[in-house]
């Protein structure tokens, strides 16, 4: 296990660098040359589950992200170390506390010819920040209006104070929209034929198949020359992600599990590419009154019934570190406090049932995916057996992700149910203010905590980063003593990559073909 100063000098590098069966980092090919030969091959990149939508506003799915983040730009985007860069925005100044004016870079097309404007811009955004249909709403409500200046300068006034504006609009959720092409086409149209300002252009869309995009001619910081085809193909089981990637049917693989790693070092077509990521598995308990799980000393018990390290060497191959927060380290507000730490007590987990009335043991459901996120169906089972030792009997019921989904957002999931989160936002923000206003967060199944909301409502729309963050930091400190999450790990992402491609992980898991290269 890493050393706490270990750890945190492998987030600011940014990569992991192991040797033998381990990931590696992947090298090759120099980044400054972004035509390419010229030449130009398909890239073929497997996707574990369907993609959801071309509306990047009505979901937060990071699969189809991990796609559509090729075709739309954002005004602003993360560089691969976190720093916010200029996209489609030219310059931008903060007038006021609620007053944002920005210029948009000129020269900039759509894919179906239309140049971008700040029409574009007061389109997309509003409709975010005022449709309560769309998923993403609740991230852009803070927007009250965007007032457009001329073509290429607008700006955007705020219902209150916004810290994180810019990493809102730095999101891959947060493309711009072509507005005269879907006022004429209508939302299901586009719905059918996407159109962007990215790098690469909508081809075809076949469900359970494949998502194929080919290189804009047009982009504007130059073509993508390398690739002559980019396509995600719909590949759900491992093994076969696995098996595609050493015949060559797949150039680039998420999600690889220790048990594949000696199979892809060993071939001499293929890689490991591994780094830290911002996704954390944890267990989010109910807190309705009646369930076992609204008792405080037993969410305890669960967290220290669980063996964080056991499952993080014995199915992740030691790839994950034990975590008592959802903020990973590298982001705004992180407490290092909460890291590299694990709790395992399977005696005082058995005194804290007593304590609680159950002496004789507890019975819960938990409920978790199965192929959706890496060994998120064996970490289910074993925390099963880890949970008995305690005397907490558990009845798992694995379900694929879009029933996972709909059964959370009813409001009907179980006792517990495990969660693998990652954020775009690099704030703690949406980390622990989720616990306000997310289906998945314990206010919305029975719990309530007045310091905490105070705190993350103060946070908000504190302009003061250095105020806010100890704010944050004490946020999460109160998460971890009520147990309202039960953290397990902070996962690391490791990729299965042909050798014929030049590729980087980055921290946010996106798959950003325009800075891929054939090698």
């Given at each position: 296990?890493?050393?706490?100063?270990?750890?945190?000098?492998?987030?600011?590098?940014?990569?992991?660098?192991?040797?033998?069966?381990g990931?590696?980092?992947?090298?090759?090919?120099?980044n400054?040359?972004?035509?390419?030969?010229?030449?130009?091959?398909?890239l073929?990149?497997?996707?574990?589950?369907?993609?959801?939508?071309?509306?990047?506003?009505?979901?937060?799915?990071?699969?189809?992200?991990?796609?559509?983040?090729?075709?739309?730009?954002?005004?602003?985007?993360?560089?691969?170390?976190?720093?916010?860069?200029?996209?489609?925005?030219?310059?931008?100044?903060?007038?006021?506390?609620?007053?944002?004016?920005?210029?948009?870079?000129?020269?900039v097309?759509?894919?179906?010819?239309?140049?971008?404007?700040?029409?574009?811009?007061?389109?997309?955004?509003?409709?975010?920040?005022?449709?309560?249909?769309?998923?993403?709403?609740?991230?852009?409500?803070?927007?009250?209006?965007?007032?457009?200046?001329d073509?290429?300068?607008?700006?955007?006034?705020?219902?209150?104070?916004?810290?994180?504006?810019?990493?809102?609009?730095?999101?891959?959720?947060?493309?711009?929209?072509?507005?005269?092409?879907?006022?004429?086409?209508?939302?299901?149209?586009?719905?059918?034929?996407?159109?962007?300002?990215?790098?690469?252009?909508?081809?075809?869309?076949?469900?359970?198949?494949?998502?194929?995009?080919?290189p804009?001619?047009?982009?504007?910081?130059?073509?993508?020359?390398?690739?002559?085809?980019?396509?995600?193909?719909?590949?759900?089981e491992?093994?076969?992600?696995?098996?595609?990637?050493?015949t060559?049917?797949?150039?680039?693989?998420?999600?690889v599990?220790?048990?594949?790693?000696?199979r892809?070092?060993?071939?001499?077509?293929?890689?490991?590419?591994?780094?830290?990521?911002?996704?954390?598995?944890?267990?989010?308990?109910r807190?309705?009154?009646?369930s076992?799980?609204?008792?405080?000393?037993?969410?305890?018990?669960?967290?220290?019934?669980?063996?964080?390290?056991?499952?993080?060497?014995?199915?992740?191959?030691?790839?994950?570190?034990?975590?008592?927060?959802?903020?990973?380290?590298?982001?705004?507000?992180?407490?290092?406090?909460?890291?590299?730490?694990s709790?395992?007590?399977?005696?005082r987990a058995?005194?804290?049932?007593?304590?609680?009335?159950?002496?004789?043991?507890?019975?819960?459901?938990?409920?978790?995916?199965?192929?959706?996120?890496?060994?998120?169906?064996e970490?289910?089972?074993?925390?099963?057996?880890?949970?008995?030792?305690?005397?907490?009997?558990?009845?798992?019921?694995?379900?694929?992700?879009?029933?996972?989904?709909?059964?959370?957002?009813?409001?009907?999931?179980?006792?517990?149910?495990?969660?693998?989160?990652?954020?775009?936002?690099?704030?703690?923000?949406?980390?622990?203010?989720?616990?306000?206003?997310?289906?998945?967060?314990?206010?919305a199944?029975?719990?309530?905590?007045?310091?905490?909301?105070?705190?993350?409502?103060?946070?908000?729309?504190?302009m003061?980063?250095?105020?806010?963050?100890?704010?944050?930091?004490?946020?999460?400190e109160?998460?971890?003593?009520?147990?309202m999450?039960?953290?397990?790990?902070?996962?690391?992402?490791?990729?299965?990559?042909?050798?014929?491609?030049?590729?980087?992980p980055?921290?946010?898991e996106?798959?950003?073909?325009?800075?891929?290269?054939?090698?």
């Amino acid at each position: 296990m890493q050393t706490m100063k270990a750890f945190l000098s492998l987030i600011l590098a940014g990569m992991v660098l192991l040797s033998g069966c381990g990931p590696s980092s992947s090298s090759g090919g120099s980044n400054s040359d972004k035509s390419g030969d010229g030449k130009g091959r398909p890239l073929t990149i497997g996707a574990p589950t369907e993609i959801v939508s071309m509306d990047i506003y009505s979901h937060g799915d990071h699969v189809t992200l991990q796609a559509t983040t090729n075709m739309y730009n954002s005004l602003f985007k993360r560089q691969e170390n976190g720093e916010i860069v200029n996209d489609l925005a030219e310059s931008y100044q903060n007038i006021d506390d609620t007053t944002w004016e920005f210029t948009i870079k000129q020269g900039v097309t759509f894919h179906n010819g239309d140049q971008l404007t700040a029409d574009d811009v007061k389109f997309t955004l509003e409709r975010a920040a005022t449709d309560k249909s769309l998923t993403e709403n609740g991230t852009f409500k803070t927007i009250k209006e965007v007032k457009v200046m001329d073509d290429h300068k607008f700006q955007i006034v705020t219902n209150q104070p916004d810290p994180i504006l810019l990493s809102v609009l730095a999101r891959p959720g947060a493309g711009i929209y072509p507005k005269n092409y879907i006022e004429e086409k209508g939302w299901d149209y586009f719905q059918q034929h996407p159109v962007g300002t990215g790098p690469f252009k909508f081809e075809e869309w076949k469900r359970g198949s494949h998502i194929s995009f080919v290189p804009f001619d047009n982009y504007y910081e130059g073509p993508k020359q390398n690739w002559s085809k980019l396509t995600f193909r719909i590949v759900p089981e491992s093994s076969t992600r696995v098996n595609e990637l050493l015949t060559g049917g797949l150039d680039l693989i998420p999600g690889v599990t220790s048990n594949n790693w000696e199979r892809i070092n060993n071939s001499d077509k293929t890689k490991l590419a591994s780094s830290i990521s911002q996704r954390v598995a944890f267990i989010v308990p109910r807190a309705n009154e009646g369930s076992p799980t609204a008792d405080k000393r037993v969410r305890e018990a669960i967290e220290l019934a669980i063996d964080n390290k056991a499952i993080i060497d014995t199915l992740l191959g030691g790839e994950a570190t034990p975590t008592r927060t959802r903020v990973t380290p590298g982001n705004f507000g992180s407490n290092e406090s909460l890291y590299d730490t694990s709790l395992y007590d399977v005696e005082r987990a058995k005194q804290l049932l007593k304590e609680a009335g159950y002496e004789d043991g507890v019975e819960l459901t938990l409920h978790s995916t199965s192929g959706r996120y890496s060994r998120d169906k064996e970490v289910a089972e074993m925390l099963v057996g880890m949970l008995a030792e305690a005397g907490i009997k558990v009845n798992l019921q694995l379900l694929e992700w879009s029933s996972y989904v709909e059964l959370r957002n009813s409001g009907k999931i179980g006792d517990l149910h495990i969660v693998w989160l990652a954020n775009s936002y690099y704030d703690a923000h949406i980390m622990v203010g989720e616990h306000l206003t997310s289906t998945r967060s314990m206010t919305a199944m029975g719990y309530d905590n007045p310091e905490l909301a105070e705190l993350l409502t103060q946070a908000s729309t504190n302009m003061n980063q250095e105020e806010r963050a100890k704010q944050y930091q004490r946020a999460q400190e109160i998460v971890a003593e009520e147990r309202m999450n039960i953290y397990l790990y902070l996962e690391h992402n490791t990729y299965g990559v042909s050798k014929s491609v030049d590729f980087t992980p980055r921290l946010d898991e996106r798959m950003v073909a325009y800075d891929m290269f054939a090698m």
